[in-house]
């Protein structure tokens, strides 16, 4: 087999098959390409008038034509390398107890199915609920403002991912990520996933995807517990030895893989109460800006917006002020999506984006967020970014006069400084429960609004139409990402607290599905490395 890159098709051609493409790339003929297999698909859409597909696969060739690529050397072509296996040797020590995961977001859930299929049969605790009832809480607190503030966007089977895009895209280079993409297919997502350039699930097949991965870990004997928030460590010279369940049941274990979500503020207080280090982290903070899609699609894909073979386009910028030394940036842009109320706590206004597979409500929304660090938040305490996370949360929640009104205000008005009396002809803005129209600038620090102002000018230079007078930006969009970090240390335990395995978005070592995934894969690793299973 050989692996064959930049092998381009044109949006118009047949793509159902691309051997002949494949052929016109090495220059060989078509009868001696053979079998082959898409590692991946991208779009290249920089020349508008002329937009590609291009590929990279492994295919298999003739003899013929296997001889003729090494006498010409041809450039991006290369001999398949194996697949590397990454394989733990078992550790040695006794485990007396089951081990428990606090937490069934992406780092909890694969923690898990890591475990169990490595005969260990973990103990999973959820603060929210299964993934079903948590869909129908969540869909009445946008309906009626009635917050559940145990199940909820942020807390519940599946993490706060699970009502998002579904975005699957990551930036770290670890061969666990295919093997992750592989449980997401094996559970019902779409088998484009492990090979799309930008692969997404979407909300809705993301709901089923997460049921089924718990299906999966419970089968190979592992249980897990919603409504069951850990309020409590075990602690014995320095060694976990156990949780504390709502309050009041005692689980003792060996060990804990701690894998809470970046919005488990309580958890984050009542591990500084126990010892656990905890630092400061810089995230990002903003707004959410609203367009109509089919602005999006013709500023991305000229005259081919709308083509059948290309999808809701998406956009990602990055604008940076060096005198400033910060950057504000496009974060979890959802094309054809809808702007969601994102709370987790009483009388507070947070929001999210997110998209159904099909990406096809018209309209798209991305976050534009800018970087604030541990400087910013007024406080050496390590839990000073939770209030500072809280303290604009609650202003937005004073704009929108209560109720998770949200805040919101016409793009013109915003970079004019002045409030919106109304939001004119855009009764597409999506947010629910609903929006007031106000001012962004008294929900966020000024160092951030000008930042975003400054910011939105250059989007509109690389985006047309980005700073349009009647794009919706609502506010405030806060949860970007944890805002502590918990320490730990080479092996992967917390430093000062053995048996505690922080892992996960929650505990600052990952941003996003896939990166949070192989987090707690890893985390579980780390405790096959060292525990024996049990008999």
Not at 501 to 515: C, D, T, V
Request: glycine fraction near 10%; proline fraction near 4%.
């Amino acid at each position: 087999m050989y692996r064959v890159t930049d092998i381009k098709v044109n949006i118009e051609a047949d793509s159902e098959d691309i051997s002949a493409h494949i052929a016109r790339r090495l220059s060989v003929s078509p009868v001696e390409v053979g079998d082959y297999h898409i590692v991946k698909k991208a779009l290249d859409a920089r020349k508008k008038n002329r937009l590609f597909f291009v590929y990279t696969v492994d295919v298999s060739l003739g003899k013929k034509a296997a001889a003729s690529i090494m006498r010409r050397k041809v450039s991006g072509v290369f001999l398949k390398e194996p697949e590397p296996e990454i394989s733990v040797t078992p550790g040695k020590m006794a485990m007396s107890h089951r081990p428990v995961i606090v937490g069934a977001g992406p780092a909890g859930i694969f923690a898990a199915l890591t475990l169990a299929r490595n005969g260990f049969r973990p103990l999973v605790f959820e603060r929210g609920m299964d993934v079903a009832t948590r869909a129908r809480d969540v869909e009445r607190f946008w309906l009626t403002g009635i917050l559940d503030a145990e199940s909820n966007v942020q807390f519940g089977e599946g993490g706060a991912g699970t009502f998002s895009d579904g975005k699957l895209t990551t930036r770290i280079n670890d061969s666990r990520v295919r093997s992750v993409l592989r449980d997401f297919v094996a559970a019902g997502a779409p088998e484009e996933i492990m090979y799309l350039n930008k692969p997404h699930i979407g909300t809705d097949k993301l709901r089923t995807v997460v049921k089924n991965l718990r299906l999966f870990m419970e089968k190979m004997g592992g249980e897990i517990y919603f409504g069951s928030k850990v309020t409590g460590l075990i602690i014995e010279n320095d060694m976990v030895k156990g949780v504390v369940i709502n309050g009041e049941r005692e689980i003792f274990t060996d060990l804990v893989i701690m894998a809470v979500g970046h919005s488990a503020r309580d958890t984050y207080e009542m591990l500084e109460e126990a010892g656990c280090p905890l630092d400061q982290k810089a995230f990002s903070i903003g707004v959410r800006v609203e367009h109509r899609q089919c602005m999006i699609d013709k500023a991305q894909y000229g005259s081919f917006a709308g083509h059948p073979r290309l999808g809701a386009a998406d956009y990602q910028m990055v604008y940076k002020n060096s005198d400033l030394n910060r950057a504000a940036y496009t974060f979890c842009m959802c094309p054809g999506g809808r702007v969601v109320a994102a709370a987790s706590e009483k009388n507070t206004v947070v929001t999210n984006g997110m998209s159904d597979y099909a990406r096809d409500t018209g309209v798209a929304n991305s976050a534009v967020v800018v970087s604030v660090t541990p400087d910013d938040f007024g406080s050496l305490q390590p839990l000073a970014g939770v209030e500072f996370q809280r303290k604009w949360e609650k202003a937005a929640y004073k704009a929108g006069g209560g109720d998770y009104i949200a805040p919101a205000q016409l793009m013109e008005d915003f970079l004019a400084g002045r409030p919106s009396n109304n939001l004119g002809e855009n009764s597409w803005a999506t947010y629910l429960p609903g929006l007031k129209p106000g001012d962004l600038h008294d929900c966020l620090p000024g160092y951030v609004t000008s930042m975003l102002e400054e910011a939105m000018e250059s989007f509109n230079r690389k985006l047309k139409g980005f700073a349009a007078s009647q794009a919706v930006l609502t506010g405030v969009e806060t949860r970007t990402s944890a805002p502590v970090r918990l320490v730990r240390d080479a092996d992967r335990q917390s430093v000062g607290l053995s048996g505690l395995y922080p892992a996960g978005e929650g505990a600052g070592y990952a941003g996003g599905i896939i990166s949070a995934a192989v987090d707690g894969i890893r985390a579980a690793e780390a405790v096959i490395g060292k525990f024996r299973k049990e008999l």
